[in-house]
């Protein structure tokens, strides 16, 4: 049973706008989750965590957001055209989400 | 070299043939990683070794075979595979296991023909 979902396989934004991608999951027991940014032909590489004490964490563009019961939200704001990629959430014991594609229109 | 490298990066074998996938990290970190990624499916944890122990194995068939010689080396052993496990294949390592961030390879392309 997957326990982490990105139920969004992909999403266009408009550059300068706001991306929000969407993470649930199952378990209430998890404390920490990681968002990882995948480009075609490389590995993903960590973009940024939050705690589940936490409600928000933010790294510069990135904001993880924990305000609603096992959902999480990565808001990109503004977006890039770089930002085009894929997105996973991810949980402890690695549970991974099928992770969602963003495409930033110039 | 730095971080996490994987060989070879595109890989094409017949399903009698037997092959190994190689991965090395260059991190200094304790645990590494096997992860399978499928086209539209979720990442699927194969592997984990935390000091050359293997800790956990996610009920993969035993037509792959993991073994890590060194804290550093991770190697994937390939044999008898089916078409269906044609996907891209993912190396990670960590410091510790569990929550700590990972830092993954550019994963090895596998066809089975």
């Known amino acids: 049973d997957q326990q982490v979902k990105q139920n969004s396989p992909s999403l266009s934004v408009q550059e300068g706008r706001i991306s929000i991608l969407n993470c649930d999951y199952t378990?209430?027991?998890?404390?920490?989750f990681l968002w990882y940014k995948k480009y075609p032909a490389e590995g993903p590489t960590f973009l940024i965590s939050i705690s589940s004490i936490k409600d928000k964490n933010e790294d510069g563009r990135f904001t993880v957001l924990n305000k609603s019961a096992k959902h999480l939200s990565l808001h990109i704001v503004p977006s890039q055209p770089g930002d085009s990629a894929v997105y996973f959430c991810?949980?402890?014991?690695?549970?991974f989400g099928a992770g969602t594609t963003v495409t930033v229109r110039a | 070299e730095t971080g996490v490298t994987q060989t070879p990066r595109h890989l094409v074998m017949g399903m009698t043939n037997k092959k190994s996938l190689k991965c090395e990290q260059h991190l200094g970190h304790n645990a590494m990683y096997w992860y399978k990624q499928s086209a539209k499916k979720p990442l699927e944890l194969m592997f984990v070794?935390?000091?050359?122990?293997?800790?956990e194995n996610n009920s993969v068939p035993s037509r792959f075979s993991p073994e890590c010689p060194n804290s550093s080396h991770l190697f994937l052993h390939l044999h008898t595979l089916q078409p269906e496990d044609s996907a891209l294949y993912l190396c990670?390592?960590?410091?510790?296991?569990?929550?700590?961030?990972?830092?993954f390879g550019p994963g090895t392309r596998l066809t089975v023909t």
């Open positions: 378990n209430s027991m998890f404390d920490y």
């Open positions: 991810a949980a402890p014991e690695l549970s």
């Open positions: 070794y935390s000091l050359e122990e293997r800790v």
């Open positions: 990670a390592s960590s410091q510790v296991t569990g929550l700590d961030e990972q830092y």
